[in-house]
């Protein structure tokens, strides 16, 4: 039993089921990160932690103690909201030490709690002002702030990061980071942007569609995606999907692609079990960061695919530049070094690192290897 | 396994609780007070009922009178008059004064409260000021003769068939200057880059505000149009005090034969059966819009 | 190039600017000059009205009507002056004013923060309730007045008032509150804040501008009412209805002097609601129109 526990969870609104069987154990410490597309129904399992939303079966429960029914200022939680969520009638120091004071909490205590924190975040000169006279940014540490000051079991932050400029969010996603290494509080974090969820989390949940699709450290969800929506929806750009037919060759299962001409290509596969797919129709997945110039493979990997194709479109991205190519009738994008010798309209040398393609059944969408 | 069916803890349920609690005393007023006496009065029109209230139904005989007096087509036919002229001239003169105002007018700041502040009087207040104004003996008809036009004669309250005229020349002074300050919160609503790339397509000012704007402004159309709409069937006030529903009945407007056929004539049945028309007249003007502006935000 | 300016892109020749200010400054003087005359001939001795233009500025100038019209004026049967129904209508104002605004403001909180399952049915039927013709409604309420022995009182009108009134301040109160970020109360529960702590440490502290607007308008609506009143005020009539008796009293020589004075009494606490706020009073109507 985990620390917070989320066990067969479901939630309805009327007949509407919109959470499926939701079955989570955080373990103290962990900063799990809920991810997803809007609507998936990530921020209703927040707010169901919360005890903003009523649970329709299953459970939540915090140290063993179970939460269902219980008020949400008895769960010793703390929340971060997207809108920051502070008084405008407030001060910053009022906001922070409101919690407390509705707890109960004596003065002197609070004043303490409130100094603490502030030094911790470094907002002790703001302490005085309204949320009004607040830069976006500083506004965010006082939501953070205020959730703090609780010293709550677990910290609930939804899309706490999507309000701020690009820049400021890049700052602040770092800033988080270094706090939860240095308190180790126990996190869940709800956001739409992959990269927040890969950046900051030790375990992710993708969500969609009211169904947690895969739970995972960052590594698994990145590189043994359990299905298609998980591969596409987690990377930046997203991972190719192309329709590859399995042959054996010498014995050896390879991929079978159209390339740009038309022409057939053969990709060997490094996993084993793809001989049993021999024959059939299946969907390779591979990275932009597997599908590069050949000075560019990754060196550790023993089994790269080399292959002439015709360039489409370069974008040049600073530190990458990314091609466009057309393989087994779809657009797919390679990431290249920012130096690669491509201009587009050539044939080029495509370097394929079979070694990280990930493969899915068509049919049902699942991983079927590695 | 813990046992998750434990139901909410006690604070939670009166959570729940206390905001319909803090409503009730509204929502009890509101049924007692409005749709109770609003079944009341529709059962009362349905009774024989003359200076006190009796219970004993008669049918629609009451709506049958009520259709076959003098009186009170000559109410129907003044609100008719009335509302039309009300809402389209006040609807003309708010929408021309707003555009006018839109061009940048130095001393805005200085006009919109003067149009506006009749809005803020009472009225009988407006009644008072009008009766006098246009009273032949002494007002306006008076002025000009001393300022030597001899022949000018503007005597409409007097005159029977002109006399629901004066009620619109007040109703509209009172109320334009609302209407204008509606369709200027319209327009300084519509977003400028509109207009800028409607002058690039080369329309000009005229095709401007036919085109563009005034299509634009069809939300503010339909709230000027309700409101005034219910103002007219409410009006009551400024009949009593421009003309007493006179001369002779000639100014008469349902909500003023309501009263005087319920408390002075004591016709309780036939007067509580005009106070059903005119609601339901209110009712097919707002329902489908209190049915939309509710609909949206959910 | 010109300054750039954030209001109309229209630009318009000269002439038609002369032919603009023109219309709107006619337009003023059409709104001004039932007042101005007014305001003149109720400082005129009552000769120089009956005999004289309407127009003209008095050749004496006198108080006399005012105070006429306040202390001695013959109002019904009494000659009492209009003071003691300006007390009426204060003492009923005042606690209308406050009891509808305080009620409205709790339930746009409820209805926007605290939403069940109905709610929108609930606010559509108060809603309703704004715009009926109260002729609808005067007889059950003379009957229920009576019964509850508030008929003619100062108490009568104020229940009146608020029953009426509060459709309006909750259609207010909800809409501002409307835009008032949910997660502010969700934050507060999670604080530990319960419903009527909420209300008054987060939601009341941020009501000032609406409550203004709800202020005003009752004042107004309630100040200026004259159904009520003559209907249930019986010897405790407001302002409006006194006024109304003064003015059309068939007795003894029509004193148009001092029925100005009066109406202008009549108006006065509106009219200065409306000069030292009035950019509320113009907000107060456009939510009126149920523009949220």
Redesign the interface.
């Known amino acids: 039993m985990g620390f917070l526990d989320i ?1 067969n969870v479901t939630k309805s609104y009327g007949n509407i089921e919109v959470l499926h069987h939701v079955d989570i154990a955080v373990d103290e410490g962990e900063f799990l990160v809920l991810v997803g597309p809007s609507g998936c129904g990530k921020s209703t399992l927040l707010n169901m932690i919360a ?1 903003l939303e009523d ?1 329709t ?3 939540i ?1 915090i140290k ?1 103690r ?1 939460m ?4 949400p200022s ?1 769960r010793n939680i703390a929340m971060v909201f997207q809108s920051y969520a502070l008084y405008p009638n407030m001060t910053v120091g009022q906001n922070m030490t409101f919690g407390l004071e509705m707890h109960g909490v004596a003065k002197p205590e609070r004043d303490k709690a409130l100094a603490d924190v502030a030094k911790l975040l470094q907002i002790e000169q703001l302490l005085d002002r309204k949320p009004g006279q607040l830069s976006g940014g500083q506004r965010q540490r006082v939501a953070m702030g205020r959730a703090l000051v609780r010293e709550p079991d677990v910290f609930l932050f939804d899309e706490p990061l999507s309000n701020l400029d690009a820049k400021l969010r890049v700052d602040m996603r770092t800033e988080i980071k270094k706090l939860h290494e240095k308190l180790k509080t126990t996190i869940v974090y709800v956001t739409h942007d992959q990269i927040e969820a890969m950046t900051l989390s030790t375990r992710i949940a993708v969500m969609n569609d009211g169904y947690v699709q895969q739970l995972g450290t960052p590594k698994e969800i990145y590189d043994t995606p359990s299905n298609l929506f998980v591969a596409t929806f987690m990377g930046s750009p997203a991972m190719n999907i192309l329709p590859a037919k399995v042959s054996m060759i010498e014995g050896v299962p390879h991929a079978e692609i159209t390339n740009g001409a038309g022409q057939t290509a053969s990709l060997r596969f490094s996993q084993a079990n793809m001989a049993d797919w021999a024959g059939k129709e299946v969907l390779l997945g591979i990275r932009p960061e597997a599908l590069t110039d050949p000075e560019g493979a990754d060196r550790k990997s023993r089994n790269i695919v080399t292959l002439q194709n015709a360039v489409d479109v370069i974008e040049p991205a600073g530190a990458d530049t990314f091609v466009t190519t057309t393989l087994g009738d779809v657009a797919v994008i390679a990431r290249m070094r920012a130096d690669s010798d491509v201009a587009s309209g050539q044939m080029f040398d495509f370097a394929v690192n079979m070694e990280k393609a990930v493969v899915f059944n068509p049919k049902t969408e699942k991983r079927i290897a590695p | ?4 069916a ?4 006690f ?2 349920k009166l ?1 729940g609780w ?3 609690l ?2 009730s ?3 009890a ?2 049924l007692v ?6 079944i ?2 529709v059962y ?1 029109s349905f009774t024989n009922s003359k200076m006190l ?1 009796k219970y004993d139904l008669i049918g629609i005989d009451n709506y049958v009178r009520l259709w076959g007096l003098s009186t009170w087509w000559t109410a129907v036919t003044n609100l008719a008059i009335f509302a039309s002229l009300y809402i389209i001239i006040c609807t003309v ?1 708010g929408l ?2 707003a555009i ?6 130095r001393g805005e700041g200085m ?1 919109r ?14 009644g ?6 246009l009273d032949p003996g ?2 306006l008809e ?2 000009m003769h ?2 030597g036009w001899e022949s000018f004669e503007f005597n409409w309250i007097k005159d029977r068939n002109m006399a629901i005229y004066t009620i619109v020349i007040a109703a509209v ?1 009172q109320t334009s ?2 209407v204008m ?2 369709f200027l ?1 319209g ?2 609503g519509i977003d ?1 880059e509109i ?2 790339a409607a ?1 690039i397509d080369g329309a000009s ?1 005229w095709q ?1 505000y036919r085109r563009i704007v005034i299509p634009m402004l069809r ?1 503010a159309f339909l ?2 149009f ?2 005034l709409a ?1 103002l007219a ?2 009006s ?2 400024l009949v ?2 421009l003309t ?1 529903g006179g001369p002779g009945r000639a100014t008469e407007l ?2 003023t034969f ?2 005087s056929y ?2 002075t004539r004591n016709q ?1 049945g036939t ?2 059966a ?3 028309i ?2 339901m ?3 097919a003007i ?2 489908p ?3 939309a ?2 609909k949206e ?2 | 190039m010109a300054a750039a ?8 020749g000269k002439i038609t ?1 002369v032919f ?2 023109l ?2 400054l006619l ?2 003087l ?6 101005f ?2 305001v003149v001939n109720s400082l005129k001795p009552l000769d120089e ?2 005999g ?4 003209a500025l008095p050749q004496t100038w006198t108080i006399e009507p005012w105070l006429k019209a306040w202390s001695t004026a013959q109002i019904g049967v009494e000659a009492t002056g209009l003071k003691p129904y300006f007390l009426n209508s204060i003492l009923m104002v005042v606690p209308a004013v406050v009891i509808s605004t305080g ?1 409205g403001a ?2 746009g ?3 926007t923060k ?1 939403r ?1 399952r109905g709610d ?1 049915i ?8 704004c ?11 003379a ?1 229920i007045l009576g019964k509850i022995g508030l008929a003619g009182s100062i108490p009568g009108l104020v229940l009146v008032h ?3 009134g ?2 309006f301040t ?1 259609l207010y109160y909800r809409n501002y509150y ?1 835009s008032f970020p949910n997660e502010l109360v969700r934050a507060a529960m999670i604080d530990g804040a ?3 702590r909420i209300f008054w440490r987060i939601m009341l502290p941020v009501s000032g501008p609406i409550t203004v607007v709800s202020v005003i308008w009752q004042f ?1 609506n309630v ?5 009520f009143g003559a ?1 249930f005020g019986g010897q405790t009539q407001p302002m ?1 209805v006194a ?2 008796n003064l ?2 009293s068939s007795t003894g020589v029509k004193e ?1 002097n001092v ?2 004075a009066g ?2 009494l ?2 006065l606490p ?2 200065l ?3 030292v706020a ?1 950019r509320y ?2 907000r107060g ?2 939510a ?5």
Not at chain 2, 6 to 9: E, F, K, V
Not at chain 2, 33 to 38: A, S, T
Not at chain 3, 223 to 227: E, S, V
Request: hydrophobic share 55%; charged share 5%.
């Open positions: 066990s005890g649970i079966s299953g459970g429960s063993g179970v269902n029914g219980v008020h008895k | 396994m813990a046992n998750y434990s139901g909410a803890d604070r939670t959570q206390i905001p319909k803090v409503l005393p509204s929502i007023m509101m007070f409005v749709y109770g006496f609003i009341y009065t009362l209230p003169i021309t004064l006018l105002l839109d061009q940048k007018i006009l409260p003067i149009y506006l502040y009749p809005m803020a009087l009472s009225f009988i207040v407006t008072t000021a009008w009766k006098w104004f002494i007002g008076n002025t001393l300022w002074w200057g609302f300050a509606m919160a327009l300084r400028n207009l800028k002058q000012n401007l939300p709230s000027a309700v409101i219910h069937v409410k009551y006030d009593i005090a007493g349902p909500a309501m009263y319920t408390f309780m007067g509580a005009s106070a059903v005119m609601l007249t209110i009712a707002m329902m819009y209190l049915y502006e509710l935000k959910p | 300016t954030q209001d109309t892109a229209v630009s318009s600017r603009i200010y219309v709107l337009s003023a059409f709104y001004l000059l039932p007042f005359v007014m009205i009956t004289g233009n309407m127009m009620l709790l339930n909180y409820v209805l605290w069940f929108t609930l606010f559509g039927l108060l809603l309703f309730s715009f009926i013709p109260f002729q609808i409604v005067l007889i059950p309420m009957t608020v029953v009426y509060v459709g909750t409307a319960g419903f009527f107004t100040w200026n009412d004259f159904l209907s409006t006024l109304n003015v059309q148009y029925h100005f109406a202008i009549a108006a509106t009219l609601v409306y000069i009035g009073f113009v109507l456009m009126g129109s149920v523009k949220g």
